[in-house]
């Protein structure tokens, strides 16, 4: 058993966090509210700062919104960094938050230069996956920290790849939120197109399960467009971060983005219109709006 850290116990990072106490590991649990108490059972305990977490834990995950928050848990008063200077060999800091890739390349070299191992390791699947240990983590590092780290990461996900090196893991996510994006506009464009046409969108979306056009997307947010289920999973305020890096870091590399350029301003129409807690799926609501007609009454 491992003396384990938990920084960041949000939507995901609660769930995640309690696979890795169930498995019996001693974990060290800190967030920026209250810790909630259905986690400190067993061997989990509350601690008082991401310092003492450090202190305390021979891997440190975190699950934090933004790279700001990441940078601040890490470097910040009472942070990881403060807590590994005197105690960092062994030692191994996770961040499975979704970030900027080139940020995350400088926050390894200073974890590094402490004496610890840094890995990033954001992941995939959403609240859904993250309470089923299904998710999909990709993994940027250095190859014997990926390995003393796995077994771990096996008890929160099931897809787990070491795509390369430290920064690697971020550039996956961001190209996967691309993907995933396009997807989700492309399905919010085909059921509002059948249903302005006056066919039935649920059927309309049965029927394009069995074909070439058949999608995890389609399966799962087309039948929340269709049912108008949009508590969110993951919200479209953290999809339009992650389009900003994808854009921004396209930017400094001087490549092109034109269509996750558009699905980056259909979130914003959404965020424009109060709807940033939403599901990202709510993303075809941008295109009801401008064309005057949902693709189904609630």
Excluded: W
Aim: with cysteine.
């Amino acid at each position: 058993m491992s003396k384990l850290g938990f920084i960041g116990l949000g939507i995901m990072g609660a769930p995640m966090a309690g696979h890795l106490a169930n498995a019996g590991h001693e974990v060290f649990l800190t967030t920026r509210s209250k810790v909630p108490a259905d986690l400190l059972t067993g061997k989990a305990v509350a601690c008082a700062s991401a310092q003492e977490v450090a202190e305390k834990a021979d891997i440190i995950f975190m699950m934090l919104p933004d790279t700001p928050d990441v940078q601040k848990v890490l470097f910040g008063d009472k942070g990881v960094a403060a807590g590994l200077k005197s105690n960092a060999k062994g030692k191994t800091v996770v961040d499975m938050s979704s970030i900027s890739p080139m940020d995350t390349k400088e926050f390894a070299k200073k974890i590094n230069a402490l004496g610890a191992d840094y890995l990033d390791a954001p992941v995939s699947g959403g609240e859904v996956g993250a309470k089923a240990a299904s998710l999909t983590i990709m993994v940027g590092g250095p190859d014997a920290a990926f390995e003393r780290v796995k077994p771990l990461f096996e008890l929160m996900g099931k897809n787990i790849t070491l795509v390369g090196g430290n920064g690697d893991g971020q550039t996956c996510k961001v190209a996967n939120q691309i993907i995933v994006a396009l997807n989700i506009a492309a399905v919010g464009e085909a059921l509002l197109f059948a249903s302005k046409a006056g066919a039935d969108p649920a059927k309309i979306r049965q029927a394009l399960m069995g074909g070439f056009a058949a999608s995890r997307i389609l399966e799962v947010h087309g039948e929340r467009m269709i049912k108008r289920t949009f508590n969110p999973g993951f919200r479209i305020g953290l999809h339009q971060k992650d389009l900003g890096l994808a854009l921004s870091g396209a930017r400094s590399l001087g490549v092109a983005l034109p269509q996750t350029a558009s699905a980056a301003q259909l979130m914003q129409v959404c965020s424009a219109n109060g709807m940033q807690d939403l599901d990202h799926s709510a993303l075809v609501r941008a295109l009801e709006l401008m064309a005057g007609h949902e693709v189904a009454k609630a």
